[in-house]
């Protein structure tokens, strides 16, 4: 199984469209103990992603690492924010392609830095194409309407992509 390092943002779109499974069964799953931090240790009770990912990391199927290179960190913070760049890190210490992020500049950064980047909408991508969902619009419009950002373009554009405009 191809093993991914994933951001929050994923964690927390999955996680409101009630699937993260489908990430959890194409992928092992990495996080950064920051990613870790950011979703379930400083959110409020109730948030999108919470449980969900307490539950999967107890149960081992996402599993956290401590990045050793703080350093790049602590230089590169303010530029993105400190989970992505563990996430980039974390990638890098373990001789890992692919990353899971959705921010469109930090996937630039990862890229540029040689990694390849999956985001949420990828991963409905292959869903699709593998037969584990029927459609993605309607997954894509619960996210527009709890304000998860996606651009026009990209919304329309998976739509036509996957012949369901």
């Known amino acids: 199984m191809i093993k991914v390092i994933s951001n929050s943002t994923p964690i927390i779109s999955l996680s409101i469209m009630k699937s993260l499974d489908l990430l959890l069964e194409s992928f092992e799953v990495i996080i950064p103990r920051e990613v870790y931090n950011e979703v379930v240790i400083y959110s409020n009770e109730g948030i999108s992603g919470k449980l969900e990912l307490e539950n999967a990391v107890k149960r081992g199927s996402i599993i956290i690492y401590d990045i050793e290179d703080t350093y790049f960190v602590d230089k590169t913070y303010g530029h993105f924010h400190r989970g992505e760049l563990e996430v980039i890190v974390a990638a890098k ?57 996606i651009s026009e373009k990209l919304y329309l554009d998976t739509l036509k992509e996957l012949n369901e405009l």
């Open 93 to 149: 210490e373990l001789k890992n392609l692919f990353v899971l992020i959705d921010e469109r500049s930090c996937r630039r950064f990862a890229e540029d830095l040689m990694l390849k980047t999956i985001g949420t909408i990828g991963i409905l991508k292959m869903a699709k194409l593998n037969g584990e969902i029927k459609e993605v619009r309607p997954l894509l419009d619960k996210l527009i309407a709890r304000k998860i950002r």
